[in-house]
């Protein structure tokens, strides 16, 4: 078969086929030509060109028919492109002809040569989508990929634990739950959470007469993935104003993931502007200018132990003045003294109330998946002194807690928007319920 673009000419006038044809032959591999629906339709089956040029008045099934029994016959990967050729134009025939997604529209009578460069336009088009979407799958399989492997020592921690205990029983008695426990307890899974695990297990084995323990494992990994899956949202697209306060204790990776946010949602587009309100450490100042020199975006900061809350008005009439599609500030997070951290994160929200009425608003707690159940904590804590809408888990690679995952999930009914597995600017990825269950049990989504 030519290697060239591959075009089926569906025309019922035959001199304006061979005329389009000598033109199109120059660039393109014209495979065959149809002079009625039928025929139209079966080539396309039969010959799966890459374009199919299709006059809407073909005898038989007309041109419309045809796009629409390849679209309900064939898969969104192997229909062709179509370019429509009509001498009628009115508002219906358009409205289904985009219902119908054909690419291209043109009236007769029509110069083969316009055509013609349309085709050429429209490959490049399709040729750079195709490309866009292959590095989008690619850096997807890949994140998957770094996931599966950071969680290595998480998947042992938790199954290897529990195979210990299934290996050394024969039957399932209240003895095996009991062992079951206590592995999970160990693995970081939360107490609550593996009390409501293991209460689901027992109801599960009842309900299905199950008595080889052997079953139980496959039942556990069931049962983890639903809490992981609960009420997952798809995504979570911040509207324009938004307004991010991230708050964590020092050490969790606050600021270098407040960093690679901004750099992440730049390069979706967003304008972004950063506040540098953790003013207790200076470190973090410093820290976050590079990150914002780093990608071009500006940051509001004042000196060491200025009012945070001022940093954050500052901010906030900046963004007011460039329209700024998302404010996020680094805020401070000094647990040890909670009734000052709730009063300060209270004059920052009042502020931002009030001077940004108009700004959606967004609370991160960032958490260092190492901690494990320290981590837990710290988010009870935090969610004492704010209302937590999103949790970030950095430094989940090559940790054996990526269990606190689960727990969190489960006891506190926070989401997890972000998880880190690495040190580069794009290991830092939107939490996808499915995919995490899926790389935490080896089992890709």
């Keep these: 078969m030519d290697d060239r673009y591959n075009i089926l000419i569906a025309d019922s006038y035959p001199d304006e086929s061979k005329q389009l044809k000598e033109e199109l032959q120059k660039q393109y591999n014209v495979m065959a030509i149809a002079e009625n629906g039928e025929d139209a339709f079966s080539g396309i089956l039969n010959l799966r060109p890459d374009l199919v040029i299709i006059d809407l008045m073909l005898p038989g099934v007309d041109g419309l028919g045809v796009i629409e029994r390849c679209r309900e016959v064939m898969s969104p990967e192997e229909v062709p492109a179509f370019i ?139 049962e983890i993935t639903a809490i992981l899956q609960e009420g997952a949202q798809e995504d979570e697209n911040l509207p324009s104003p938004s307004v991010l306060l991230v708050i964590g204790v020092n050490g969790v990776g606050k600021t270098t993931t407040i960093g690679k946010l901004a750099h992440n949602f730049k390069e979706d587009g967003k304008s972004v502007l950063l506040a540098a309100a953790d003013t207790f450490r200076a470190a973090a100042i410093d820290q976050l200018e590079i990150w914002g020199e780093r990608s071009a975006i500006p940051v509001i900061k004042h000196e060491e132990n200025s009012d945070p809350a001022a940093v954050v008005y500052d901010a906030v009439h900046e963004a007011r003045k460039q329209n700024t599609d998302l404010l996020i500030c680094d805020t401070a997070g000094r647990l040890h003294n909670k009734k000052n951290l709730m009063e300060e994160l209270k004059k920052i929200a009042r502020v931002i109330e009030r001077e940004y009425p108009a700004a959606h608003r967004e609370v991160y707690l960032v958490l260092d998946a190492t901690t494990g159940q320290n981590a837990l904590q710290q988010a009870k804590l935090f969610k004492e002194v704010t209302d937590i809408t999103g949790i970030v888990l950095t430094k989940l690679d090559g940790t054996a807690k990526g269990g606190i995952v689960v727990a969190i999930k489960s006891e506190l009914q926070i989401p997890v928007r972000y998880i880190g597995v690495g040190e580069g600017i794009h290991d830092l990825q939107k939490f996808d319920a499915a995919e995490f269950a899926g790389a935490l049990f080896g089992r890709e989504a």
């Design 84 to 222: 429509a050729l009509t001498m009628i134009e009115n508002q219906d025939l358009m409205e289904y002809i985009r219902h119908l997604k054909v690419d291209y529209c043109m009236m007769k009578p029509f110069q083969a040569g316009i055509l013609a460069e349309r085709i050429t336009q429209m490959i490049r088009i399709r040729s750079v989508n195709t490309k866009i979407q292959e590095e989008i799958h690619k850096e997807k399989k890949g994140f998957f990929a770094k996931l599966k492997e950071g969680l290595n020592k998480t998947r042992n921690s938790i199954l290897g634990g529990v195979d210990s205990v299934l290996g050394a029983f024969t039957k399932i008695d209240e003895d095996l739950f009991e062992e079951l426990e206590e592995a999970l307890i160990m693995a970081d899974m939360g107490v609550q959470t593996t009390m409501d695990i293991v209460e689901n297990l027992r109801k599960r084995v009842k309900r299905e007469h199950a008595t080889d323990p052997a079953v139980i494992k496959d039942m556990l990994i069931d």
